[in-house]
């Protein structure tokens, strides 16, 4: 199954911006603020970011395939 580059492009800055600033975010206020959870909150977003991740990977790495060409 392939997904469009506007989808992989989208799926690739949460996977690189977006999840980590959060993560980042969340566990700088989480102490200072009293926020709940948050040993748990920023351990299931670095596990989701990771799962992308990987799975973009694969999916550049079958597109590459398909199409013959190689990304650096």
Same mark, same amino acid.
């Given at each position: 199954?392939?997904?469009?580059?506007?989808? @992989?492009?989208?799926?690739?800055?949460?996977? $690189?911006?977006?999840?980590?600033?959060?993560?980042?975010? @969340?566990?700088?206020?989480?102490?200072?603020?009293?926020?709940? @959870?948050?040993? $748990?909150?920023?351990?299931?977003?670095?596990?989701?970011?990771?799962?992308?991740?990987?799975?973009?990977?694969?999916?550049?790495?079958? @597109?590459?395939?398909?199409?013959?060409?190689?990304?650096?």
């Amino acid at each position: 199954m392939l997904i469009s580059n506007k989808t @992989y492009d989208i799926l690739k800055w949460i996977a $690189q911006i977006l999840l980590p600033a959060f993560g980042t975010l @969340y566990a700088a206020l989480a102490p200072m603020w009293g926020l709940p @959870y948050g040993d $748990q909150v920023v351990g299931t977003i670095l596990a989701v970011d990771t799962f992308l991740g990987a799975l973009l990977g694969i999916s550049s790495k079958k @597109y590459n395939a398909a199409t013959g060409s190689e990304e650096n």
